[in-house]
């Protein structure tokens, strides 16, 4: 009855440790900003690899977006300047808005990419009128080829 006793003790302290040691591993982990991709809505912006998606409008929406999960990212803090230096480096300009919070607009053309900073995510949103342009100006091309 003891041994028996003693390995149910084992088993939880085990089980135990399991769940500690799984549930602390990603929990404080912070971005590391230093490898990105294109959004899946505009491969011209870049995203940290590290981010995951975690939803997307689908369809002829007229709010195209998509949301990616980033553990370690703060709503009130600055988006860290390695990765506005990134953003640059791909081509696009932040454009300066009055009380833009959380949210950065930035500009590469005729493009426009509203980058919204929440604790733990991000969005990356290309307005609706913006988008039509670029329909817009893809199907002008089409027809003068």
């Given at each position: 009855?003891?041994?028996?006793?003693n390995?149910?003790?084992?088993?939880?302290?085990?089980?135990?440790?399991?769940?500690?040691?799984?549930?602390?591993?990603?929990a404080?982990?912070?971005?590391?900003?230093?490898?990105?991709?294109?959004?899946?809505?505009?491969?011209?912006?870049?995203?940290?690899k590290?981010?995951?998606?975690?939803?997307?409008?689908?369809?002829?929406?007229?709010?195209?977006?998509?949301?990616?999960?980033?553990?370690?990212?703060?709503?009130?803090?600055?988006?860290?300047?390695?990765?506005?230096?990134?953003?640059?480096?791909?081509?696009?300009?932040?454009?300066?808005?009055?009380?833009?919070?959380?949210?950065?607009?930035?500009?590469?053309?005729?493009?426009?990419?509203?980058?919204?900073?929440?604790?733990?995510?991000?969005?990356?949103?290309?307005?609706?009128?913006?988008?039509?342009?670029?329909?817009?100006?893809?199907?002008?091309?089409?027809?003068?080829?």
């Amino acid at each position: 009855m003891l041994r028996r006793r003693n390995l149910h003790l084992a088993e939880i302290i085990c089980a135990g440790t399991i769940l500690l040691v799984a549930s602390g591993c990603g929990a404080s982990s912070q971005p590391s900003w230093k490898s990105f991709d294109g959004a899946a809505n505009v491969k011209s912006f870049p995203v940290p690899k590290e981010a995951n998606k975690t939803e997307q409008t689908t369809g002829n929406s007229d709010l195209d977006y998509v949301r990616y999960a980033l553990p370690g990212l703060k709503e009130d803090q600055s988006v860290p300047e390695v990765y506005l230096e990134e953003i640059e480096s791909w081509g696009w300009t932040q454009k300066e808005i009055e009380d833009s919070g959380s949210s950065l607009v930035f500009e590469k053309g005729k493009n426009i990419v509203h980058l919204t900073v929440h604790d733990d995510f991000l969005i990356i949103t290309v307005p609706a009128q913006f988008k039509k342009q670029m329909i817009q100006g893809l199907e002008s091309n089409k027809v003068n080829e």
